[in-house]
């Protein structure tokens, strides 16, 4: 989050009350929140300095790929549920604020407590008595009491809670409906006053404390990138002992429910769930091992894929590769910490010619499929798109870590 600066740009109904304020309400998390709240009838704040997303939003447009948000929106600008601005003055005339920000890594992969401290300076001043502040990104444990105590120190009293988003991107819309949300906060007041806010859209809430809200996010993240990374390892002992892993899997899974939460392999990337692993194995006295295994096992995949591609086929220099689907994963078009970029650099480190391609990604460096097919010598599944499934890759080699294909799992 970067400075907060007042623009001209007009809001609707600027000194009308507002139930909640987002900050970064123009994001993968903030804008469909703010248009579900929008949609059960709440008066709700967009605040953002992404002035150009504002003015996409503003005009119907969705500035990002979400299931059913593009006709939601265009129903809830019909309304005067909704304001947009990069007037941090916005802030004061509302009864909640949701802070969509979350703890970054930094360098040394170390949380970056920074943000918050930048956030609470800028916010402060804006900040009604009484308003609830809620902290809805993945955060660092003991963030939401630094939040309240720093407010506090500002002679502001405000109830602060956390309430970690759950939705898997691209289905906000409809897991922020059918998803119990965890409501983390310290006294009954912000507590009560959370849960009435998100019983606006969920069935159900969970209580807890501010801490254990804060851990029961990074747990569950770094869970999922766990399972994930026992997949790729078993993919690459299975490749490595030349047997077929797609059969090894079905072995594992038919009709056997212990085994059914094992996914498949592929590339685990994206902005959550790398970050949160990391985040915990700072907090932690032993700096966590299991994570930071998990870790150079998902962020080796592109390695292990080059090399593989190497014993496979002798020398990439001077060869052509495509890859298919630069978006961190499928039906996407979010490229934020996508592994397929890391891959082309490896590739092209290998002496190879790398194209890439993507039917959802708007990136000067990406060129047309058919020129991909026209032109590789060999492709590589990047992104397991639906648009995939069913190529006529004309003789070309293929590696496929996701069985796109349905041929089994090529290397």
């Not at 019909?78 to 009864?95: N, S």
């Not at 689907?325 to 397929?340: H, P, T, V």
């Not at 492709?379 to 069913?390: C, E, M, N, T």
């Amino acid at each position: 989050m970067t400075d907060l600066a007042a623009a001209p740009r007009p809001a609707v109904g600027e000194t009308a009350r507002l139930d909640i304020v987002v900050l970064g309400g123009a994001g993968h998390v903030g804008l469909p929140l703010s248009l579900a709240f929008a949609d059960a009838g709440l008066r709700v704040g967009i605040f953002d300095i992404d002035a150009r997303a504002l003015d996409r939003i503003g005009s119907g447009q969705m500035p990002f790929m979400e299931a059913g948000a593009e006709p939601l929106l265009a129903s809830i600008l019909e309304t005067d549920r909704l304001e947009l601005g990069t007037d941090a003055g916005m802030i004061g005339r509302a009864d909640a604020i949701l802070l969509v920000i979350g703890t970054p890594v930094d360098e040394f992969l170390g949380p970056s407590m920074r943000v918050f401290e930048r956030a609470v300076d800028q916010i402060a001043p804006h900040v009604s008595d009484g308003a609830l502040v809620i902290l809805r990104s993945t955060v660092y444990p003991g963030t939401t009491e630094f939040v309240a105590q720093a407010l506090d120190a500002r002679g502001l009293h405000v109830d602060v809670a956390f309430c970690p988003e759950r939705i898997a991107e691209g289905h906000a819309l409809e897991e922020l409906h059918t998803l119990p949300q965890i409501v983390g906060a310290d006294t009954p007041t912000a507590g009560e006053r959370a849960e009435a806010l998100f019983g606006r859209l969920a069935a159900r809430t969970i209580r807890t404390t501010s801490r254990e809200a804060e851990l029961a996010k990074l747990f569950t993240n770094t869970w999922r990138y766990m399972k994930f990374a026992v997949a790729n390892q078993f993919l690459a002992i299975a490749d490595q002992a030349g047997v077929d892993y797609a059969s090894v899997l079905r072995a594992i899974r038919e009709d056997y429910p212990r085994a059914a939460d094992l996914p498949g392999p592929g590339f685990a990337a994206g902005p959550c769930l790398f970050k949160d692993t990391m985040q915990l194995a700072a907090f932690t006295a032993d700096h966590f091992p299991m994570g930071q295994a998990a870790m150079q096992i998902n962020e080796g995949m592109p390695a292990y894929l080059v090399s593989a591609m190497e014993r496979r086929f002798g020398s990439l220099r001077g060869r052509t590769v495509g890859i298919l689907g630069m978006a961190f994963k499928a039906e996407s078009d979010d490229i934020r910490a996508s592994l397929s970029f890391k891959l082309r650099k490896l590739l092209q480190w290998a002496g190879a010619t790398v194209l890439a391609t993507d039917p959802y990604v708007h990136d000067q460096r990406l060129v047309s499929l058919e020129e991909v097919l026209a032109d590789s010598e060999i492709l590589v599944i990047g992104a397991p798109h639906r648009a995939y499934r069913s190529l006529d890759l004309g003789g070309r080699e293929l590696v496929d870590i996701w069985d796109m294909a349905g041929t089994g799992f090529r290397i």
